[in-house]
């Protein structure tokens, strides 16, 4: 039940992302976990099935942050309502024009900073974040190198506009990324790390960039890796080219670039210039084996969960 | 014998500096390495003894790069005509009027970025660019802690006005640090590398920047080191510390920034607001072994070589 000030929402839809994993894990991190007995976070669509707060009614539709779960309350200055008329689905809010739309936008407008006729490469690069970073290299006028898993993943990059894409899963690997990055790398979005940091390593440029949102290849490693210890080859790296390392999480940026991303982001979707693909997991009780699947790349696309 | 539109000069002091270790290597970097048989490359201080140059007499003294060897030509566009009476050693355009010091201040300014009552800590602190950077941070506003090796340097950072000082080489050198940082560290300007690193990688606050323009640890290492490979750990910490690790070297900066150093730095200077240290081997036939006893860090200050 609502109080005063409070509405109930039937949870509809439920974004799975990378970064949950974190809260599933008591190692120090940005964010404190999620207890064990505690409601999952996670970003939603819910509806509004009880209103006791003004401006908000039965049937609205409002971006919340319900978590996994079918039912949550919030206050109204929590949730954003969203227009199911605008002529894009309600689910682009968690995903192109969300959390990971955002994500893309503010690493590469303000840490990677192509300039035009640059390579950027992005591996993940079938996800929300990686999609739209390909996509946002080629209208800021940059070349665009996408990495994913897997012949129908790299035909779909190539198919919304990235100019090569390269499949991390192929023997070839290695040769196929240097056949698609003649020039080098000026800027490559970290989100996976692994054998595809490997990679793209010693192809990286002098002044190249390296916006870091994840690490998707080692969430689930408890033990240090095997010898011999790389840090001064990197640091020697990040030297000798003069590289850009930068850690970023995309709420550092959203207070002063959101607003800008949504007004810019908004209309490219609707036009078509920035293309996006979702795939669904059918009710919260196939969230977890979902959840695990995205860690594995099974899935194709922002990933959501139909709740309801 | 210079020819027309050159000066002959007699190099009266000539600069020592790290970087210069990567020139007698054929590892890959930035610059290409000296040829076996060449002249090694260098900062000095020149003497003009023949011109058939306008603007440079006999007897001028002149900030040229002409490298280990007892007499230089040069254009005048390649050197800086220095003023013997303005106040100050001519020597301090090796130092802290010079690349070193300019080094620091590029740093610091332009990607360590500190603000009033952040830390900034800094190895080598008792060289040309660790004292500059220690200096430049109080003036700026920020907390100064230097690393260097012996009492003795320590004793010295204090006096110069750095707020803290860790002597690397103490058996408590990690406990030392940690209670000389007890807010943790906001810049971490890193020029050592090695053990140092290792004792400041897990005091590094969220958002930290890290202006990495040396790694003279490394030097001399021809093979990787023993793991674990702390890699991931550390591009792990960039992700959750939301860190920046930027590698630079000063010739990046000069064009835009050079300018706007001397002007503000040479007050300082005469003023002792920033004050230096400098120590000299003398003849060039020492050089090659105050070269190394540098990597050492046998040297106490600016290293010079007064060659006549």
Same mark, same amino acid.
């Given at each position: ?84 008329? @605008? ?5 682009? /809010?968690? !995903?192109?024009? %969300?959390? *990971?739309?955002?994500? +893309? $936008? ?30 946002? @290299? ?5 070349? /665009?190198? !996408?990495?994913? %898993?897997? *012949?129908?993943?790299? +035909? $779909? ?44 390593? *010693? ?106």
């Amino acid at each position: 039940m609502p109080r005063d000030g409070q509405v109930l929402l039937r949870t509809r839809y439920l974004s799975l992302d990378p970064y949950m994993r974190g809260r599933m894990s008591d190692v120090p991190s940005y964010a404190p976990p999620v207890e064990v007995g505690g409601v999952m976070v996670g970003g939603t669509i819910g509806e509004v099935v009880e209103s006791r707060a003004d401006g908000l009614a039965p049937g609205d539709l409002v971006l919340a942050y319900s978590g996994w779960q079918r039912y949550g309350v919030a206050r109204p200055a929590a949730v954003r309502k969203l227009d199911p008329d @605008a002529g894009l689905p309600v689910t682009t /809010a968690l !995903g192109v024009l %969300g959390m *990971p739309g955002f994500t +893309a $936008y503010a690493g590469l407008t303000q840490i990677g900073r192509p300039r035009p006729g640059e390579t950027v490469v992005v591996a993940a690069a079938s996800g929300p974040v990686g999609a739209t970073v390909g996509q946002l @290299a080629r209208i800021l006028g940059a070349r /665009a190198v !996408g990495i994913a %898993g897997g *012949p129908e993943k790299s +035909a $779909y990059l190539r198919s919304i506009g990235f100019d090569a894409a390269v499949d991390h899963r192929s023997a070839s690997f290695e040769a196929d990324l240097a056949a698609a990055t003649p020039d080098g790398i000026d800027v490559y979005f970290e989100n996976v790390g692994g054998h595809v940091w490997d990679a793209v390593f *010693p192809r990286l440029n002098p002044f190249a960039r390296i916006p870091l949102c994840g690490l998707v290849a080692h969430y689930n490693e408890t033990a240090p890796a095997a010898g011999p210890d790389r840090v001064q080859a990197l640091m020697t790296a990040i030297l000798k080219k003069s590289l850009t390392v930068r850690g970023f999480i995309q709420n550092e940026f959203a207070a002063s670039l959101e607003p800008e991303f949504l007004q810019r982001a908004t209309p490219w979707v609707r036009d078509g210039e920035l293309q996006y693909r979702e795939c669904f997991a059918e009710g919260l009780e196939n969230a977890p084996e979902a959840f695990v699947g995205m860690l594995e790349g099974h899935n194709f696309g922002k990933l959501l969960v139909r709740v309801s």
